[in-house]
């Protein structure tokens, strides 16, 4: 049986209020975990290097602990701080499709805790089409271990209104920030496999992608 998911009060703040920003910041500095949009759809993330809080995602969520946890950056060069040999083809399709809905599995680096990778050596990574998301990680100084802002297996909530509805009375901040543009989760390229695999296809194509990089079937 899994972990029984605290009753919390769920504040929805627009995020273009002058002091939504902070109040995130703040919450996720001490554990607490946060909503808000991205370019694809909205996510709930901890921060990343809080093993507590990130745990935190699986129990709210009803996420399988088999299954790892992204990470959101602020910007390409980040990676070189969660991720352990950033290889020149990683570059290459930052270069191109970042920010946006690519993200990229890569070994993890030692600073990334075992709760974001559910004890894998990978990670997978990206840079959101979205300033609010990249902001959140530079104010915080640290990724977002971030996934769709939904119980695990239903719909990917691209309003403010589906994650209330779905998360409401589980987190303590939604910040609305109007409706996703793209509504669709990101494209999962594997890159420690040779050919890289796409593992989960999304906004970015696998013609685009090919453009680039040869891949796997």
């Given at each position: 049986m899994g972990?029984?998911?605290?009753?919390?009060r769920t504040i929805r703040l627009c995020a273009r209020s002058s002091d939504a920003l902070e109040q995130a910041v703040?919450?996720?500095q001490r554990g607490k975990l946060v909503a808000f949009p991205t370019d694809t759809v909205y996510g709930v993330g901890a921060h990343a290097f809080l093993p507590g809080a990130v745990a935190q995602l699986y129990v709210?969520?009803?996420?399988?602990?088999?299954?790892?946890?992204?990470?959101l950056l602020p910007d390409a060069a980040a990676m070189e701080a969660v991720c352990a040999d950033v290889s020149p083809l990683a570059w290459r399709l930052a270069e191109r499709f970042w920010p946006g809905g690519l993200s990229?599995?890569?070994?993890?680096?030692p600073i990334v805790p075992k709760a974001v990778t559910a004890g894998g050596p990978t990670v997978a990574v990206?840079?959101?089409?979205?300033?609010?998301?990249?902001e959140l990680c530079r104010q915080l100084g640290a990724p977002l271990a971030a996934t769709s802002a939904n119980l695990h297996g239903q719909p990917d909530p691209v309003?403010?209104?589906?994650?209330?509805?779905?998360?409401?009375?589980?987190?303590?901040?939604v910040l609305d920030g109007g409706p996703c543009p793209d509504g669709m989760a990101s494209t999962v390229l594997d890159l420690t496999v040779s050919p890289p695999i796409i593992l989960r296809s999304g906004p970015v194509t696998a013609r685009q992608l090919a453009a680039v990089v040869p891949l796997c079937g």
């Open positions: 972990k029984a998911v605290p009753t919390v703040e919450a996720l709210v969520k009803e996420r399988p602990a088999q299954l790892p946890i992204p990470l990229l599995i890569l070994s993890r680096a990206r840079v959101p089409d979205h300033a609010l998301a990249r309003t403010a209104d589906e994650v209330e509805a779905a998360l409401g009375g589980r987190i303590p901040l």
